[in-house]
């Protein structure tokens, strides 16, 4: 096994930089000359720019671990231990993950072995069974917790989707039922649906029989009714867009999405960065979300996108599940700015977190009161309508009895 091997990072197929394994278990990162001395360069993340714009170049070396920004592309939980056995690498270090995943990860980027072999040293033979584990464990490589892939596939009118073989190039992301939850994919369309109809900016979504989905990898288990399907918003026929979470942002390691930073932090880099059209969309987001009692809007479900490729604005909208329904939960992933408390958001706390945040008070109260006024039009109409459970709609509706936001 060699001492020292590179994966290079990649942005728009271009090479910008490379992360370097050498002995100890240890990882650096660096740019590459040509990126830095570029007035122009693409933006790879906010997180590597200092106060004045320019680039951060220095970056501590990491042991085990890559450097959070590149640790968020990963997979977590469960779904990196399952991709991590099926591909023979140790769940834990992660520059091997990248060095077997990073063909098709989150935005822009790609991370590819320099030179050499394609597979790690150290992950089994090259018999034809460990070669179809590798080639599943490629299917599944999207970041975040539930069973996911990319999927080919067309609009509305041609619902069949179809996983690459290689588990590259898919515009939809199929998120599959929840062994634990109940309902989980139709809960998620009914969320983003309602979303989209109060006016959040939300891509094609649909719900897929679990039959119309060719190629589904087999060693499922058994899996019933429908999965979630989500256009995604970093694939265009013009080529990937970058995205990056908030997790990335701040320079938080994927376990700490529920911690170290609050909405009132992701705010503030809204305010700063993007349009006024973006702080509506964050004051949209964050009351609905505290209206349907979703407590799982951590720092990895708000990304930015750059569409330019050099300025952030907030991504469409994703992972809208009302999860108080399956946990009982009182308190929303994140603080809003004082509290963290879903009956604590009122017009106090948003008037404290604006004030903090730097955006203009009056737009952020006027939003959230339209947006309130717009949900119980939605809801009231299409609650009975929307194919999320029962026990879904119950959960929503008493905890809507709770909310001081109701009367803002
Ligand atoms: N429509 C989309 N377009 C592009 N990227 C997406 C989209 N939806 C989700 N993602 C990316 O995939 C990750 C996982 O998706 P998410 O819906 O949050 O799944 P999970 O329920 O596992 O957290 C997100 O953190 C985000 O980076
Ligand atoms: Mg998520």
Do not use: C
């Amino acid at each position: 096994m060699a001492d020292v091997s590179v994966l290079n990072v990649k942005l728009y197929g271009r090479v910008i930089g490379t992360l370097t394994h050498v002995q100890g278990d240890r990882t650096l990162f660096s740019f590459t000359e040509d990126y830095i001395a570029d007035g122009h360069r693409p933006t790879l993340g906010l997180g590597f720019k200092d106060d004045l714009g320019g680039l951060i170049t220095n970056h501590a070396a990491t042991q085990v671990r890559v450097l959070p920004f590149f640790s968020n592309l990963l997979p977590e939980g469960h779904l990196r231990d399952y991709l991590a056995e099926r591909a023979g690498v140790n769940p834990l270090r992660e520059f091997f993950l990248l060095w077997v995943l990073g063909r098709d990860l989150p935005g822009a980027l790609t991370i590819e072995l320099a030179e050499g072999e394609a597979w790690p040293p150290g992950t089994g033979d090259k018999t034809g069974e460990r070669n179809q584990s590798r080639e599943n464990a490629l299917r599944f490589s999207l970041a975040g917790v539930q069973l996911k892939f990319s999927a080919l596939g067309d609009t509305k009118a041609n619902k069949g989707l179809t996983i690459p073989a290689e588990g590259v190039g898919g515009s939809w992301i199929v998120k599959l039922p929840s062994a634990r939850f109940k309902s989980v994919p139709e809960n998620e369309f009914a969320m983003m649906s309602l979303a989209r109809l109060i006016g959040i900016d939300v891509p094609e979504i649909d719900l897929v029989d679990l039959t119309a989905i060719k190629n589904l990898p087999e060693g499922l288990g058994d899996l019933t009714g429908k999965a979630y399907a989500i256009a995604r918003f970093d694939r265009t026929p013009d080529g990937p867009v970058h995205i990056e979470d908030f997790a990335q942002v701040y320079g938080v390691y994927p376990e700490n999405k529920y911690k170290s930073a609050s909405y009132r932090n992701i705010a503030t880099v809204i305010g700063a960065e993007g349009s006024d059209a973006d702080i509506e969309e964050f004051t949209r987001r964050l009351v609905f979300n505290t209206l349907i009692g979703n407590a799982d809007l951590h720092l990895k479900n708000w990304s930015l996108i750059y569409r330019d490729r050099r300025t952030p604005s907030l991504s469409p909208a994703y992972d809208f599940v009302s999860t108080i329904a399956y946990i009982k939960d009182d308190e929303a992933a994140l603080k809003y700015a004082r509290k963290r408390r879903f009956d604590a958001l009122d017009a106090d706390e948003l008037a404290y977190l604006a004030g903090k945040a730097h955006l203009p008070e009056k737009p952020v109260l006027d939003t959230a009161k339209e947006t309130v006024a717009r949900f119980h039009e939605a809801w009231a109409r299409e609650k009975t309508h929307l194919p999320q459970a029962k026990s879904v709609t119950e959960a929503i509706d008493a905890h809507l009895e709770r909310l001081p936001l109701v009367k803002l």
